[in-house]
C-alpha cells in the first residue's frame, strides 16, 4: 500500500511555513535540553532572552544590530544557493570586504560623509566580491568544489588579514592588532544620535544605519533573484543545468556572478562593523557572523522575506543570550553557538524529519473537508 | 526433453498510476536462448528487473527450477543461479576485472588464498567462453564490448545458469555484435540459459528458439523462432493503435532548410551513436524519423539542436554551414536564427519544474522583449501573454502562477510546445510530441503542427509512435543503429514496412 | 651538535603536531571513499578533546576518557549518517551543523560544569597520556646517529603519535587488501553496482561512519589528553580542515594523506622557527604566510594545477533506488 501523496496537494503555507516551525521548535527544545543538562532552567533562560532583546530600548537596539550583520551574511548565503551553490565563505568574504570599507573610507574622509559611505559601500561590494571570484572561477572551470576552496578562503583570509593588521594598516601607537581610527566625521550615525537629533536621550548601542542599508539589501536582492534576467538565469542553472543550457544560459557565467553577488553581500557586513560600530578593523571582526548566515538563511528558506525574520530571530538568541550569560554565570555564550548549531541541524540537514507525516496530515485533513 | 528454468505466472507491477506488468505469464525452458521482444515501454525491462530482485512484484509468483521462490533482492536472484547484463554497466570505472567481479563474493576477509582460487576459476571460464580478458586491466581502459565481456563473466563467476541481457548490442559495434552472439551460443552449448530483451528482429532470428512478446505491459505472443518470421513478430510487437488520422492537406513543399551531411554523432560516454547521416529537410514539410529509442535519435536532435558537439559531418541551415567538427551555434544564436527545439526528455531538458508556468513560458527567450527590457522582467506583459497562450493551448489549469511540477505530463507538454509554437520558428525541431499526453491533447498538438506545416515552416518529428509518425509525416526516415534505413513517402506505406525497418530488417 | 638537536627538535615537533591531522584524515578516508562528505572532521574532533578530557577527569584514567571520546564521536558520526544516509538530507549542511554545535557544545558545557571560560580541570598526570620512553632509550642515547635518532626522535612521544603512524600501514592494509575495503571503495565509487551485487549500501556506510567515528575520536583525545592537560575552547583550532586538506591534497590515499600530514605538521613547526628569517631578495617572510601554506597549496591542487584530485565518485549523492 502506498502511502506517498500527490505533492501538488500540498499548500505553500505546510512547507514554508508549518515544516520549518516544527523544526524550529524541535530545535528550540533540544536547546532548552543543553540548558537544562549545563544546571540551568530553560523556562528562566527564556524569559532572560526575551527581557534582553526587547524589554528595554537599547537591548532591542542590539538585538536590531546584529540582526543588521545577519541579513548581509544569511542574504550572502542565500544567493549562491539559488544557483546550488555552498558558500561557506562568508567569514572571509565579509573580512575582506571590511578592508575593502576601511581602505576607501580612509583614504577619502575629506568627502562629505554621505559621499564617503557611498563608497565605501561600493569597496566592501568589490573586495567581498573579488575575494569570491576564485573559488567562483576555480568551480565554474575546473569543477573544484566551492565548499572546500571557500573554506581555505576564509583561513587564508584570516591569516592574510592578521599580516596587514600587525604589519602593514596597524595602528602604529599601539600593540593590538587593529588600525588607526576612522575620523568621526565619517561614522555611520547611530540610534543614540539620531535620538539627539530630535532630543531624546538614550543610552549608546551599536544599531547604526547600516540596519537601513540591511533593509535596502533584502529589497535588493529580492528583485535581482526574481526579478531580473540575472536571477532567473542563476535560478535555472541552480534548479537543472542541462535545461538551463538548452535554453542557451551559460552555467559558467552564472556561477561566477552568483558567487560574486554573495561575497560583495558578505562585505557588506564590513559596513556595519567598521563605519558603523567599531571605526576601525579588529581582527576576527567577522566573529562567526559568517556561519550564522548560513543558518538564517537555511531557517528562511532562501528567501529575504524569510532572511529577515530568521535574522532578527538570531538577532533576538544574540542580544538574549548576552543577557543570560551575564545574569546565569554556567551559560557562556558558546550556548548560544551550540543553539545555533541545532537551528541549522533541524532546518537544515534534518529538515524532511517530520516532513512526510506533516505533509500527509494536512492534506488528508483537506481531504476530509472537501469530502464533506 | 525441454524443462522450465524460469517461470513466472501473472507478474503484475505498477508505479503509481502506470501499470508496467500486467498479468505476465512467461516460461523460459533450460538450455534454450529465449528472446523477448517489444517496443518501448512494453515493460520488459521492469519484468526483468522483478526477475533480478531489483523490484518486487506487486502480486504473482515466480519459481525457479519449479521450486517457488521469493526474489527480495539481487541476493535473492544470484543466488538462485540468475546473472544479468544491465543495459547501463554496473562496473566500477577504476576497479580492475578482477576486482569487480569478486565484489560481493570475496570468500574471505582478508585477500589471499580465494583471491588465487578466483584468478584461477575466472582464467579457466575466460578459456571455457573464449572470453579472452586480463584479469588485472582496468575497466576504464576497457572497450564497451569488452566491458560487456566482465559483466557476463561476473554472472559466469557468480554460478549464474539463467544470464538475462538486456538490449546488449545497443553499444556495440557490428564486429562485437559477432563476438557476443559467439560469446552466447558457446554458452548454451554448455547448458545456460539465456533470456535476450531486445527490440532487433534480426537478433531473435539469428539468435534465439523461443520468442516472447510484450507490448504495453502485457505479454501478447508467444511462438517458436522457427516456426515464425520477421513480418509476423513485427505485427505482433507493432499491434494496432487507435489513434485517429489526421485530415491533411498535400504539401507544399518549398527550398530546403536544413541540410544535414555526413553527420556523426557520439554519447557521453564515447560511443558512435549517429553513423553518417545525411538528410534534407524541405520548408513546408513535416519530415518524421521513426525509430525505437536509442538508435540515435537523441544525439541527433541534440546535435541539430546545438547541444552536443558533432565528430565529423555538417549540418546547414539556410545554406549557411552551422555545425561541423570546429564549430557549432549555441542554442541562443540557433534561436535567433528561427530555430526552435523541443526535446524528447521535457522534463529534463526542456522545463525547470520548479519554475512557475510563465517562466517556463519564456525559458530560453526570456531576455527578448517585450519580456524584458535592460535585464529587468515586465511581469505584467510576460504574465498576461502567459495566460493568453495558456488558453490558446488549452493547458490546464490556465493560472501562469502556478509551479509547473503541479501540471500534468501532457500539459507541460503544451507549456514547453506553445512557448516554441509561438515564436514561429522557421524551423521546428520535435522529439516524443505526445508522450504521457492524453488523447485529446494529442489531437489539439497534431493539428498545431499541420498549421505550422501549413504555413511553410520546416519540422522534423521524432517518435517512437508509429501511428503519430504515419498520421503526420509527409515523408518518413526510420533511424536503427544509428543510420537512417530508409526513407519513404507517406503516401501508401505500412505499419507494417515501418515496423520492419525500426527492428533492423531491410 | 647544535644542528642535531635542533633537527632532533625540528622532526619531533613536526611528528607531534601531524598525529591529530593523521588521525583526522585517515577518519575522513574512510567516509569520504563510501560516498558520505565529511567536512565534520573539525567538530568531532572538538567533541572528543572535550570528551576525553572530562572522561578522564571523572573517571581518573586516560583510558575511560579515550573510551568517553570514541561514544562521542561514533555518535556524531551516526548522526551525520542517519541525516544524510537515511534521510538523505544535505551532507554539507549536516556538517557545518556538527562543527557549530560542537564549537558551542564542548566549551558552554565546560563553562557551565567546571567554571572557568571553558577550560576543563587540568589532569594529572595519572589521569593523562604521557610521554613514552622507548626501552634502552637512555643507554642508546650516544650511538652516533642511530642512536641519537633512537632516543631524541624516535623515544619520548605520547601513545598517540606511535599509534597514529601504526595505523596508517593498517588503514592501508584494510582499504586495500580486504574485502571490506574492496566494497567500501565500490560504495564510494558507483554504488550501483555494489546493490545489483547484493550488498546493502546504507550498511557499508554506516560501518565506514562507525569507524570514522572511532579514528577521530584519537585525534581529539590526543589533544586534551596527552599533548594538553585539559580541553579548552576551540582547542581544535581548524585542524579538522586541515585534515580535509590533507586528504585531498593526499588524494584520498592512506600514504599520500600522510605526507600530506607530515608537510603541512613541518610548515607548522617551521612556522616558530621562521618566523624573522630572511629569504634572499624577497625579505622577511610573514609568519603568516607560513600558517597559510596548507590551505593555498590545498587551492592550487583543487584547482587542477598540481596533477588531478579526483574524488571518489559518488560522493555526495544520497544512494536511491528507484529508476
Redo the contacts between chains.
Sequence with gaps: M?T?ID??KVPWWVSNLIVPFVNLILALFVSALFIFVAGENPIQAVNLIIYGSFGYIEGFAYTLYYTTNFVFTGLAFAVAFHCRLFNIGGEGQAYIGGLGVFLIAINVSFLPAPLVWLLAIGGAVVFGALWAFIPAYLQAKRGSHVVITTIMFNFIASSLMIFLLVDVIRDTNQMAPHTVKLPKEIWLPTLKDFAGFFGIKMRYSPLNLSFLFAIAASFFVWFLVW????G??M??VG??T???????ISPYKNIIIAMMISGGLAGLLGVNEILGVNHKIQAGFPAGYGFTGIAVALMGRNHPIGIFPAAFLFGILYQGGSEVTFDMPNISRYMFVAVQGVIILFSGALENLFRPQIESFFVNRLNRKQEA | MVSPILELTNINKSF?HVQANKNINLIINKGTIHGIIGENGAGKSTLM?IV?G?YQADSGKIRVNEKEIKLK????S?ESGIG?V?QHF??????TVL??I??????????GKNLEKAKNELKNLCDTYKLNIDLDSIISDLSVGFRQRVEILKSLYRGAEIFILDEPTGVLTPQEVDELFKILRSLKEEGKTIVLITHKLNEIMDLTSEVSVMRQGEMVGHTKTETTNKEKLAEMMVGRNVLLRINKSEAKKGDIIFSVKNLTVKDDLDVTRVKNVSLDIHAGEILGLAGVTGNGQTEFLEAL?G?RKVESGEIHLHGEKIADQKTYL????L?EKGLA?I?EDRQ????????KAY?NLI??Y??QEPY?KS???N?KEIISYSQRVMEEYDVRPTSPQL?T??FSGGNQQKIILSRELNENPKILLIGQPTRGVDIGAIEFIHQRLIDMRNKGTAILLVSVELDEVISLSDRIAVMFDGNIVGEKINKDVTDRELGLLMAGVA | MESFADLASLLNSTFRISTPLVFAAMAGLFAERSGVIDFGLEGKMLAAAFAAAVGSYYFGSAWLGLLLAIIACVSLSMLHGFASVTHKGDQVVSCVAINILMIGLTTALAAAWFGQAGLTPTLTDEQRFLEITLPFADSLRDVPVIGFLYSDVLSGHYIFVYLAYISVPIVYWIVF????G??L??VG??P????????NVFSMRYKALMINGVLIAFAGAHLSTAVNANFFREMSAGRGYLALAALIFGKWHPKTALIACLLFGFTDAMQIRLQGAELPAIGKIPVQLIQALPYILTVVLLAGFVGKAVAP?AIGQPYI?E?
Design positions: 502506498s506517498a505533492k501538488s526579478k531580473t534576467k540575472w532567473y538565469e535560478r535555472a534548479h537543472n542541462q535545461a538551463a543550457i538548452y535554453a542557451g | 503509481g528487473s533480478y531489483l533482492s539481487p541476493r535473492d544470484i544479468m544491465h554496473m562496473l566500477v570505472e577504476n576497479f576486482e569487480n569478486i565484489l560481493g563474493f570475496e570468500g574471505e576477509l582478508v585477500f539542436s547541444i549555441d542554442p541562443r544564436n534561436k527545439h526535446p529534463r531538458m526542456g522545463l525547470i519544474t520548479d519554475f517562466e525559458f530560453g526570456h531576455d524584458s535585464s529587468i522582467f511581469e509551479i511540477s503541479n | 587488501k580486504t574485502s571490506f574492496l566494497r571503495r565500490a565509487e558507483n550501483s553496482a555494489v546493490d545489483t551485487a547484493g550488498i565518485r533506488k529508476r
